[in-house]
């Protein structure tokens, strides 16, 4: 009697099976209740190792089948250290993370950036209803803040935002009001601090002062009373300021229309790129790169470095030949150039301006306007924060643009022919005596030791073979002393010099405003 039995188990499997692809069980797992504490070890099960070295641990994901959100801890390299974050997977039918060789995981948010933590950390959502990331030693790193605000519960919601809602249903924190450096679509970027009194979007290099490389001014009547935004749309980025929506937005930056999940990040070097998943991470547009020629992104040739067609990237040099820069990596010009001297504020009087010609500066937004060239260099001079006076002329060829950067970003190679007018580029060093020795490079200093050792054993021979020669003729006479080894000024010099390479590059960080 076995044959109607193994119908029988035939029969649920199939019902069973039919069940799980009509009804869809939830596999996934995107929201939290209060009073739930996550750690950052084995002991979240959705654990994955990709192949290019990064690590997620997801704590909640939704949705199945596909690029999908998912937030969690995640490493890359050693895994020394990790970050709270949002990031898009590939998933399974089950909401399982699948595709550890291509679906790599893409960070569009991140809690704790500047701030991250180790093995072992914890994430709580208390009893408060705050987010708090703690450090595997107890230190608080980040937290929402939101205790006493009734929060209910954490939402990790279908389009990649992460939600702290209360009883109702309402937002009371959410991860699009804290955009790091990626926008996915629908998110709205809202207008930030008010630096420029033009309206429209900006992006800039994070200095202080911060340097604009990019704008675009919107004009027109403004209908809009509430809060101005640039949205990611499906084939735009648009710019609500002046008006508001549905109605049509002031300014759109096109974007291919997406075939499948995209994301928006503006990467180090200053270039706001769309990626979008077609069985890898392909980056379908640049969406800068139609105002902007290579040469006009600030870290096109790294700090200090100067930017020429094709990218072609060198350090300052003068027309004496003198060297006040050095490439930070000789094999990598576009890392850019250190100050072999740093400016000291101390000794001004020894700082001189070397000129370069035809060379402009990337900056939109000129520091003074309509002054002489004269007038731009003094300002520079009386203050010890301004690393260089760029100046360009007007059209009137009297008077022109100055610029006065705190720090100084990639320079460009201009030529007045095309541009039809004469740029300049005034570039503060430090002069000082010992420099002379810091511009020797290692390697000649190397030779020189190496030389005045030898001269010292030649004279140490010479001496004696003398000595003796003499010694068979006549009485012993006192001669002067042989030069011995040189050179403790030398060596000290050389680990100056050597510190001067190994100087790193910092990091910029960009922005956008309205
Ligand atoms: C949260 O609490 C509700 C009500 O107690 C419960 O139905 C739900 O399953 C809980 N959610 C999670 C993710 O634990
Ligand atoms: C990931 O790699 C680490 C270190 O190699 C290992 O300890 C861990 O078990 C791996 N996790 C998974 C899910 O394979
Ligand atoms: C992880 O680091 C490697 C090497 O630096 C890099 O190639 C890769 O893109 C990184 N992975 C992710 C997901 O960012
Ligand atoms: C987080 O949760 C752990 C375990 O429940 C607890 O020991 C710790 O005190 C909590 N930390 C905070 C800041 O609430
Ligand atoms: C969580 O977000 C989804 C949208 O992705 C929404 O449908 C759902 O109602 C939200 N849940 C709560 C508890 O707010
Ligand atoms: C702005 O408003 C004024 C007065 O209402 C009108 O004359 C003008 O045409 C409007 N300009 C634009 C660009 O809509
Ligand atoms: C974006 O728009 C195109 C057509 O304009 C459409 O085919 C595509 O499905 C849309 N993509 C998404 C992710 O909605
Ligand atoms: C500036 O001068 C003061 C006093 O002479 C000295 O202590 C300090 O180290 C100097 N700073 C630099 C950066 O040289
Ligand atoms: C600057 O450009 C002008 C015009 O093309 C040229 O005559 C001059 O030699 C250039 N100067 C330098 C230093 O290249
Ligand atoms: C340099 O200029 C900045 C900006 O104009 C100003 O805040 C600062 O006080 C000036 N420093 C000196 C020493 O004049
Ligand atoms: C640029 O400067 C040179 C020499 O100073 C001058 O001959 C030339 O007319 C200037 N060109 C422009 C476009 O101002």
Same mark, same amino acid.
């Given at each position: 009697?076995?044959?109607?039995?193994?119908?029988?188990?035939?029969?649920?499997?199939?019902?069973?099976?039919?069940?799980?692809?009509?009804?869809?069980?939830? /596999?996934?797992?995107?929201?939290?209740?209060?009073?739930?504490?996550?750690?950052?070890?084995?002991?979240?099960?959705?654990?994955?190792?990709?192949t290019d070295g990064s690590r997620v641990r997801?704590?909640?994901?939704?949705?199945?089948?596909?690029?999908?959100?998912?937030?969690?801890?995640?490493?890359?390299? +050693?895994?020394?250290?990790?970050?709270?974050?949002?990031?898009?997977?590939?998933?399974?039918?089950?909401?399982?993370?699948?595709?550890?060789?291509?679906?790599?995981?893409?960070?569009?948010?991140?809690?704790?950036?500047?701030?991250?933590?180790?093995?072992?950390?914890?994430?709580?959502?208390?009893?408060?209803?705050?987010?708090?990331?703690?450090?595997?030693?107890?230190?608080?790193?980040?937290?929402?803040?939101?205790?006493?605000?009734?929060?209910?519960?954490?939402?990790?919601?279908?389009?990649?935002?992460?939600?702290?809602?209360?009883i109702s249903g309402s937002v009371v924190w959410?991860?699009?009001?804290?955009?790091?450096?990626?926008?996915?679509?629908?998110?709205?970027?809202?207008?930030?601090?008010?630096?420029?009194?033009?309206?429209?979007?900006?992006?800039?290099?994070?200095?202080?002062?911060?340097?604009?490389?990019? +704008?675009?001014?919107?004009?027109?009547?403004?209908?809009?009373?509430?809060?101005?935004?640039?949205?990611?749309?499906?084939?735009?980025?648009?710019?609500?300021?002046?008006?508001?929506?549905?109605? @049509?937005?002031?300014?759109?930056?096109?974007?291919?229309?997406?075939?499948?999940?995209?994301?928006?990040?503006?990467?180090?070097?200053?270039?706001?790129?769309?990626?979008?998943?077609?069985?890898?991470?392909?980056?379908?547009?640049?969406?800068?790169?139609?105002y902007l020629g290579e040469c006009s992104y600030?870290?096109? *040739?790294?700090?200090?470095?100067?930017?020429?067609?094709?990218?072609? *990237?060198?350090?300052?040099?003068?027309?004496?030949?003198?060297?006040?820069?050095?490439?930070?990596?000789?094999?990598?010009?576009?890392?850019?150039?250190?100050?072999?001297?740093?400016?000291? *504020?101390?000794?001004?009087?020894?700082?001189?301006?070397?000129?370069?010609?035809?060379? +402009?500066?990337?900056?939109?937004?000129?520091?003074?306007?309509?002054?002489?060239?004269?007038?731009?260099?003094?300002?520079?001079?009386?203050?010890?924060?301004?690393?260089?006076?760029?100046?360009?002329?007007?059209? @009137?060829?009297?008077?022109?643009?100055?610029?006065?950067?705190?720090?100084? /970003?990639?320079?460009?190679?201009?030529?007045?022919?095309?541009?039809?007018?004469?740029?300049?580029? /005034?570039?503060?060093?430090?002069?000082?005596?010992?420099?002379?020795?810091?511009?020797?490079?290692?390697?000649?200093?190397?030779?020189?030791?190496?030389?005045?050792?030898?001269?010292?054993?030649?004279?140490?021979?010479?001496?004696?073979?003398?000595?003796?020669?003499?010694?068979?003729?006549?009485?012993?006479?006192?001669?002067?002393?042989?030069?011995?080894?040189?050179?403790?000024?030398?060596?000290?010099?050389?680990?100056?010099?050597?510190?001067?390479?190994?100087?790193?590059?910092?990091?910029?960080?960009?922005?956008?405003?309205?």
């Amino acid at each position: 009697m076995k044959g109607p039995w193994i119908c029988y188990c035939f029969a649920l499997f199939l019902i069973l099976n039919c069940y799980s692809t009509t009804a869809q069980p939830p /596999f996934d797992y995107p929201t939290a209740n209060l009073s739930t504490t996550w750690v950052n070890t084995e002991s979240l099960p959705h654990s994955v190792n990709f192949t290019d070295g990064s690590r997620v641990r997801a704590i909640l994901l939704r949705g199945s089948f596909g690029p999908k959100f998912a937030c969690g801890f995640y490493c890359n390299g +050693t895994c020394t250290s990790y970050l709270f974050v949002v990031f898009i997977v590939q998933t399974n039918s089950a909401s399982g993370i699948v595709q550890p060789a291509s679906g790599f995981p893409q960070v569009v948010w991140s809690a704790n950036r500047d701030y991250p933590v180790s093995y072992g950390a914890v994430l709580n959502l208390t009893a408060t209803g705050e987010m708090v990331l703690q450090d595997v030693d107890g230190s608080k790193v980040w937290s929402t803040n939101t205790a006493e605000k009734s929060v209910a519960g954490l939402n990790m919601t279908d389009d990649g935002n992460l939600v702290l809602v209360d009883i109702s249903g309402s937002v009371v924190w959410q991860s699009f009001d804290h955009p790091t450096d990626c926008l996915v679509p629908g998110q709205r970027l809202f207008q930030g601090q008010q630096l420029i009194p033009n309206k429209g979007l900006f992006a800039y290099v994070g200095s202080n002062p911060p340097q604009v490389y990019y +704008t675009k001014a919107v004009s027109g009547n403004n209908t809009n009373i509430g809060r101005r935004y640039a949205r990611f749309l499906n084939d735009s980025l648009s710019l609500f300021i002046l008006s508001i929506e549905p109605s @049509d937005p002031d300014e759109v930056i096109t974007i291919p229309p997406a075939s499948s999940s995209q994301y928006m990040k503006l990467m180090p070097d200053g270039h706001l790129k769309v990626f979008e998943w077609q069985s890898s991470w392909l980056e379908v547009a640049d969406l800068l790169d139609s105002y902007l020629g290579e040469c006009s992104y600030p870290m096109a *040739c790294g700090r200090n470095g100067v930017c020429s067609d094709n990218q072609q *990237c060198s350090c300052p040099i003068t027309s004496s030949r003198i060297n006040y820069f050095t490439a930070v990596n000789d094999r990598q010009p576009s890392l850019g150039c250190s100050e072999i001297t740093p400016l000291t *504020c101390n000794a001004t009087k020894d700082q001189v301006f070397i000129t370069l010609e035809n060379v +402009t500066y990337f900056n939109i937004i000129a520091d003074m306007e309509r002054v002489d060239i004269e007038t731009c260099k003094q300002v520079c001079v009386n203050n010890c924060s301004c690393k260089a006076a760029i100046f360009q002329y007007g059209s @009137d060829s009297s008077s022109g643009d100055c610029y006065l950067p705190f720090e100084l /970003f990639t320079m460009m190679n201009v030529d007045p022919d095309v541009i039809h007018r004469n740029a300049s580029a /005034f570039i503060k060093v430090q002069q000082e005596a010992p420099y002379h020795y810091a511009r020797f490079t290692p390697t000649l200093i190397f030779i020189l030791v190496s030389f005045l050792f030898l001269l010292g054993v030649i004279g140490c021979l010479t001496y004696i073979i003398c000595k003796r020669r003499w010694a068979t003729h006549m009485e012993e006479e006192s001669i002067g002393e042989v030069p011995g080894m040189p050179n403790r000024f030398s060596y000290e010099e050389l680990k100056t010099a050597t510190e001067n390479f190994n100087k790193k590059l910092g990091e910029g960080g960009f922005g956008a405003v309205f």
